[in-house]
């Protein structure tokens, strides 16, 4: 993904003066995901892997900053995402191969 590094990580064991290898597989169809922010003024936008709980570095696939209340994502795998304009509101979504540019609405809400 363009704008942030897009993070993957996977777990090799390496045993000293022993060969390890992995095989990497990169998905080939990516889209443009927009997203848009109602409720509250919008800064950024973070998009988490899908699960629960608050965004950590393990879990943030990109960041992205709002224009006009809209973060735009480029070069997404399909898959689930959490889409996350503020720490306390995180939104699944999913994202399909097809068509290449999608949208989506988020509703920021800040907890008093």
Do not use: W
């Amino acid at each position: 993904m363009r704008g942030r590094a897009t993070r993957l990580t996977a777990k090799v064991t390496v045993i000293a003066t022993e060969r390890a290898s992995v095989k990497l597989v990169m998905p080939r169809d990516t889209v443009t995901l927009v997203v848009t922010v109602v409720g509250e003024p919008c800064r950024a936008v973070r998009l988490l892997s899908a699960g629960d709980g608050p965004p950590t570095k393990e879990n943030i696939v990109a960041t992205q900053t709002c224009s006009d209340a809209t973060a735009i994502f480029e070069d997404v795998p399909a898959g689930s995402y959490r889409a996350c304009p503020g720490a306390a509101t995180c939104t699944p979504i999913t994202v399909t191969a097809a068509p290449p540019k999608q949208t989506v609405e988020v509703r920021a809400v800040v907890h008093p």
